[in-house]
């Protein structure tokens, strides 16, 4: 059985940090592409950091010198730290697996909500 499930979301005041977790299981962890994306109600889900399997990462320009994701192979983990958090970056984050480079299939945690306010 395959799961990705997020830990770490939380309420933050502007300018604090988080660190979100994403542990995976049942997927050959190596060989996928782990990103974060979030989602506010009413707005489509928009991509956050993704990093690959190289790895190689890219982060929306929103994020851009504020997060950073890395992963931990070993502990099949992903992680987004996030800084200077701002209200807008209040939405639910998901994480995502994407094994299709290597014929696998992809796959979403259930998400974790961030709330970042005064």
């Known amino acids: 059985q395959v799961q990705l499930v997020e830990s770490g979301g939380g309420v933050v005041q502007p300018g604090g940090s988080l660190r979100l977790s994403c542990a995976a299981s049942?997927?050959?962890?190596?060989?996928?592409?782990m990103a974060w994306y979030r989602q506010t109600p009413g707005k489509q889900r928009e991509l956050v950091a993704r990093?690959?399997?190289?790895?190689?990462?890219n982060y929306a320009d929103s994020v851009k010198g504020r997060f950073s994701i890395s992963r931990d192979n070993a502990k099949n983990t992903v992680y987004l730290q996030m800084n200077s958090l701002k209200p807008e970056d209040t939405a639910v984050y998901y994480c995502?697996?994407?094994?299709?480079?290597?014929?696998?299939?992809?796959?979403w945690g259930q998400g974790t909500q961030v709330t970042v306010s005064s």
């Open positions: 990093i690959t399997s190289s790895p190689i990462t």
């Open positions: 049942g997927i050959l962890f190596s060989r996928y592409a």
């Open positions: 995502y697996g994407d094994g299709r480079y290597y014929g696998f299939p992809e796959y």
